[in-house]
């Protein structure tokens, strides 16, 4: 944000200048686009934090790509693409305790392709208590992004809908159901994160 409003500020200059007038201008007005750009990505709009524990909800903004089993995995996994102009903040699917964060090394693949799942993310892992299963909730780089931010630390508690981290530009989103839950979306469906139910448990707290 900062270096765009300097190269602003360089076009202003330059735009008074007779001969860098045209050049001075466009400078100008690419550097006010790309600060709107960037202050309209980085939006972190206000969400009440839902209150059923008896739901999973989702934590990303975006449209569902997949929903299936994968691997040796017991339970279900739900894939969520997150397009530049979603809200990127990602949020907390269910209350608990931070019990395992994981940096995984890979590719930058399109986040909206299969290939994907083997780019490079951090997954973190929820201990609900209760005797439930754990939830495993991954922030998925894409093509152009390829910076990560996961706030929690090992051992913290989160709430259902508590933001817990930020992936910049086009990327993807997955949570891995346990057994003892079940996905009520679907693939196209819209999403948001923090509001959108995306599972419920089955089991009994």
Request: aromatic fraction near 10%; glycine fraction near 12%; include cysteine.
């Amino acid at each position: 944000m900062i270096p765009a409003l300097l190269v602003f500020a360089g076009g202003i200059w330059l735009s008074g200048h007779p001969g860098m007038r045209f050049f001075g201008t466009l400078l100008a007005d690419v550097a006010m686009c790309f600060a709107l750009f960037t202050l309209y990505f980085f939006r972190d709009p206000e969400r009440p934090l839902p209150t059923d524990k008896g739901k999973i909800y989702s934590p990303g903004d975006g449209t569902v790509l997949s929903v299936g089993r994968e691997g040796n995995d017991d339970g279900v996994t739900l894939r969520i693409f997150l397009s530049i102009f979603n809200v990127h903040i990602q949020r907390a699917p269910c209350a608990g305790r931070v019990t395992n964060i994981q940096e995984v090394a890979g590719s930058f693949a399109a986040a909206m392709k299969d290939e994907a799942r083997g780019n490079e993310r951090v997954v973190m892992t929820i201990d609900p208590g209760a005797g439930r299963g754990r939830v495993l909730v991954e922030q998925i780089a894409g093509l152009i992004a390829r910076r990560i931010e996961c706030w929690p630390k090992l051992g913290d508690a989160v709430a259902a809908g508590q933001r817990y981290g930020i992936i910049y530009f086009g990327s993807q989103a997955a949570v891995h159901f346990p057994a003892d839950a079940r996905c009520t979306v679907k693939v196209g469906d819209k999403v948001a994160a923090g509001l959108s139910e995306i599972g419920e448990w089955t089991s009994k707290s």
